[in-house]
């Protein structure tokens, strides 16, 4: 009778250390993840000047980086999954995104090249009506 006792206790203690457990997991994740949101904010400030402060610059280095890297990548699949241009002639005629002259009529292709602005902290390129760096993020 105490054997069986005993191991109900000892399981008893198991599972009360396994809660506590736990408990401190969960807090330390919801700890990580309201330092992860604070860092963003923190970041946000940086970047709009609002606080100037060199001791950030490395990290804030390293995460342009990875912005660029994700950026340009993105760039690579939309650039993979665009199908080559084609552009219609007043004629009627479709002309490839290559030709400078229309097959059919002869007349001299017209290309609208978007305007783009070149972002002063990144240098990538954005739309010109863009307010926000779509690499980078800051204020254009
Ligand atoms: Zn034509
Ligand atoms: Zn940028």
Do not use: H, W
């Amino acid at each position: 009778m105490k054997n069986i006792s005993d191991k109900f206790l000892r399981n008893k203690i198991e599972n009360e250390k396994n809660d506590i457990y736990m408990e401190i997991e969960n807090a330390k994740i919801k700890k990580a993840n309201l330092l992860l949101d604070m860092g963003i904010m923190i970041y946000e400030k940086i970047r709009s000047e609002i606080i100037i402060d060199d001791s950030f610059d490395n990290i804030c280095n390293e995460i342009l980086e990875i912005d660029k890297l994700i950026y340009n990548n993105n760039l690579r699949i939309k650039t993979l999954e665009e199908k080559p241009q084609e552009i219609v002639c007043e004629c009627g005629s479709v002309i490839n995104f290559e030709n400078r002259f229309c097959g059919t009529c002869g007349k001299k292709v017209e290309i609208e090249e978007d305007y783009l602005t070149e972002c002063t902290r990144c240098d990538s390129l954005n739309e010109e009506d863009s307010v926000y760096c779509a690499c980078c993020g800051i204020k254009l």
